[in-house]
């Protein structure tokens, strides 16, 4: 088990090392940085603190690119993303990690959050403050209530490791429900189709359903393309009547 959270700690450390290392290479790609969030902002100002820790740009997001205006997809895969969250869960250090769609909402009161990734906690902090004051109940504007255990975030970093520094990181935060979350199935939630499936099955409706009108008029299809032909050719084991005639010569 001890094994297990070393292997999982020294992923986090590499993954953030990577991130710190990767930044130049981000701002020569996709353009400067995007500025923090209006809520942490207007935070800072009001306490008159100065802005602290590293700003990097989060990798759990798509990221658009200044120069060409395109979207690109998020750095890491959701499935990536889900891995990190695991380790980042068995090591303790679940505040080291940027928001995204597979990180959980931490607990904006904790002392590793507020120093670690004080980014998550401010946005969060208001959010939930808003929630309580508001009194709409629409699922779809309601912040989620898990917020992460104890232990996700109990594991305070060693001296000298990478961990000790505040990372802030840049895009949007959705903190806001989908519609279908509230029923336990998070999987398909704030989408159209649950699943896509193949394209005969997804056209087997409306080919059927011109199947059917087809075939409800069948009998007279046939009827009149039969009598067509027996005007034409009433007996047709005859040869054709144009070629009794003689051919015209083409000169």
Known sequence: MASATVTARKSIEGFLAR???QKSQHIARFGPLQPLTETAATQTKASGSQVTGVKLPNPFLPQLNANTGRWAPAKYSLRQQADLVKKAKSAGLLQHLPPGPKTPILDPTHANVQKYNPQVAAVVSAAFEAQQKSTSKKLRKAVLPQLSQESWTATAPEKGSILNKAVRWTGKIDLHRKAGA???????????RMFKGHRWERLKDARERRQSILMR???ARIRTYKEYYKKKRPNPLKPPKNSLKGGKIPF
């Open 182 to 192: 509230d029923t336990g199935i998070k999987l398909y939630a704030g989408k159209k």
């Open 217 to 219: 008029d069948m009998a």
């Open 19 to 21: 991130e710190i290392r």
